[in-house]
Each structure stands twice: as C-alpha cells, then as structure tokens.
C-alpha cells in the first residue's frame, strides 16, 4: 500500500464544500483508507492506494484531472507520498 498527503490551499470551508461533491462522484467502495482532514490554510487530503504505480498514475490520469477541474479544486501546492508500513482503520489492522 502506498500513501499520498495532498495540501489544497485556500479557504477551508470552501474546499470542504467543493471536496464533498467531489466524493459524490467517486466509488467510495474502493477507498481503503482515506481522510480529508480541515487545516488552517486549507485541506490536508490522506489518500492511500495499492502500490506507488497505482498512485502515480491515478494523480496524473484524465479523470483525477478533470474531476478536480469540474469542482474548482486548486492545484495542491504540496504532495508527498509514502510507502504504507502499517494502518488501522475502525482498530482493524488494514495493512
């Protein structure tokens, strides 16, 4: 499993509005873990997918790109990711 931590700058209440119609769009069923958490300057988005491969080309595919275009999301100003080493969702161990 690997792991994004996405910044979105901007006013949060703002963001959250445009991230939630974002999710009405999205299988939420294929989301292992995820958390959008509020920050002071903006969103902080936890993302997590099977493998690096995946991560990368979901963030640089046409439809990750045009679903941010169609809810006015900005453009992150900082993404890191990670290799999973462990995590737990609801105390279950989820890797």
Known sequence: MHASITHFPGDPDDLIARYEAMLAEVPTENM??????RAPDGLVVVDTCPSKEAF????SGP???ALNARHGMPAADRVEDFPVNVA???GVAVV
């Open 56 to 59: 990368e080309a979901f963030r």
């Open 63 to 65: 439809e990750f790109q």
């Open 88 to 90: 737990f969702a609801g």
């Open 32 to 37: 292992q873990l995820h958390l959008c958490l």
